[in-house]
Each structure stands twice: as C-alpha cells, then as structure tokens.
T-cell receptor, first 116, second 112 residues
Framework: EAGVVQSPRYKIIEKKQPVAFWCNPI?????LYWYLQNLGQGPELLIR????????DSQLPKDRFSAERLKGVDSTLKIQPAELGDSAVYLC??????????????FGPGTRLTVL | KQEVTQIPAALSVPEGENLVLNCSFT??????LQWFRQDPGKGLTSLLL?????REQTSGRLNASLDKSSGRSTLYIAASQPGDSATYLC???????????FGSGTKLNVKP
C-alpha cells in the first residue's frame, strides 16, 4: 500500500513569491494533518482536516497561509506571500479512526522550503 | 496546552548497549502516545503507538511503556546498532481530539 505522498520534495523561492505544497494521504484515511517543522524541533500542527472539514486551524497564519481539501482526499497548502521565516520543512500526515492502526499517524517525506 | 519534554536532547552510546529514551507530558488525560524515528532530511516513521488503556507495546528490539499517572513514557532499545542512529520523537494525543503534541526529540548516535 502506498504511503503518504508529498510534492515537491524541495522548493527554493524568493521572498514575497507564492508557493504551494501537495499531499495525498493513505487511501481511506479521513484525517489529514499539515505540520511545520523547524530544525531541531518537533512538528507543530498548522491545520487538521476530518474529511473535507478543517476542524483545527488555530495555528495557521491565515493572513498568508491557506489550505484546502475539497473532496476529502488530497490537500494543498499555500503560502502567499512567502517570508524568510517560512523556511522550514512542511510535513503532511494522515490517520484513520478504524482498524489495526486506529489513531496512528503516518507521515510523508516532507517538503523542504527555502525562502531567499 | 500539553507540554511534551524529551530528555536527553542527544545521546551517544557504543554499539550493543541497551538504552532508554524518555518522554514526559504535563496533562495525563491523553488518548494515545506515539513514538517516531526521523532520519536526516526524511519524514517521521512510526515505531509504536500506545493507547491510553495500555501499559506497553513491543516491536522487535523496541519496547515502549506508558505511565499516565506520572506523565511519562519510555522507549527502550535493546542491543543498539549503528542503524538505530536517528532522532526519536514522541507525540501525545490529547483526549481523542486528534491533536498531537510533539517533543523536540532525542538525537541518538550509536557508535560502531
């Protein structure tokens, strides 16, 4: 079974430019998470979806960040405009409330963003 | 807010040694706790998930324990190998809100 897929793996942009990240969760996982990870730190939640509904976006900087999961499957996270401080790794994860691995998060490889 | 602390921040051991990584949390009303490993430049790999009703979980050379009353979990690695070198993170899920709080991790180096 395929794991969580993210693209691109790396992105270098100039400040003030827009950028978008894409995530495809494990098939059947209704919960999707976007995290930000700075060097030497644990991931911090940006937004969590239950199916197509954003149920926790309290840590998402809404002035420049947006996200969508229109059909409750794949998701896109956008930053516009990017700032130098947005340089980090953006991680996507998914989980399911059912089955042998209920509640267990599975992560994608992440997108490393560098803002110049 | 749940605070999750992992001590030590870094650990270096010779190959073959048994070792314990620690994770402490401030709010005992947890739903589950998950241990991950992260290799440089990679995403997180799930190692073990402990539900709040469980005391421990085992997978191969790994054993994770959970003591909710004291706000602690430990990850025991038996007979460590150089391939175990990575950063180990714990994440606490508060009360089935699917909101995970992560520690900053313990960076493990196993020397040949």
């Amino acid at each position: 079974e395929a794991g969580v897929v993210q693209s691109p793996r790396y992105k270098i942009i100039e400040k003030k430019q827009p950028v978008a990240f894409w995530c495809n969760p494990i098939s059947g996982h209704n919960t999707l998470y976007w995290y930000l990870q700075n060097l030497g730190q644990g991931p911090e939640l940006l937004i969590r979806y239950e199916n197509e509904e954003a149920v926790d976006d309290s840590q998402l900087p809404k002035d420049r960040f947006s996200a969508e999961r229109l059909k409750g499957v794949d998701s896109t996270l956008k930053i516009q405009p990017a700032e130098l401080g947005d340089s980090a790794v953006y991680l996507c994860a998914s989980s399911s409330p059912w089955g042998e691995h209920r509640g267990e998060q599975f992560f994608g490889p992440g997108t490393r963003l560098t803002v110049l | 807010k749940q605070e999750v602390t992992q001590i030590p921040a870094a650990l270096s051991v010779p190959e073959g040694e048994n070792l314990v990584l620690n994770c402490s949390f401030t709010d005992s009303a947890i739903y589950n706790l998950q241990w991950f490993r992260q290799d440089p430049g990679k995403g997180l790999t799930s190692l073990l998930l402990i539900q709040s009703s469980q005391r421990e979980q085992t997978s191969g050379r790994l054993n994770a324990s959970l003591d909710k009353s004291s706000g602690r979990s430990t990850l025991y690695i038996a007979a460590s190998q150089p391939g175990d070198s990575a950063t180990y993170l714990c994440a606490v899920n508060l009360d089935n809100f699917n909101k995970f709080y992560f520690g900053s991790g313990t960076k493990l180096n196993v020397k040949p």
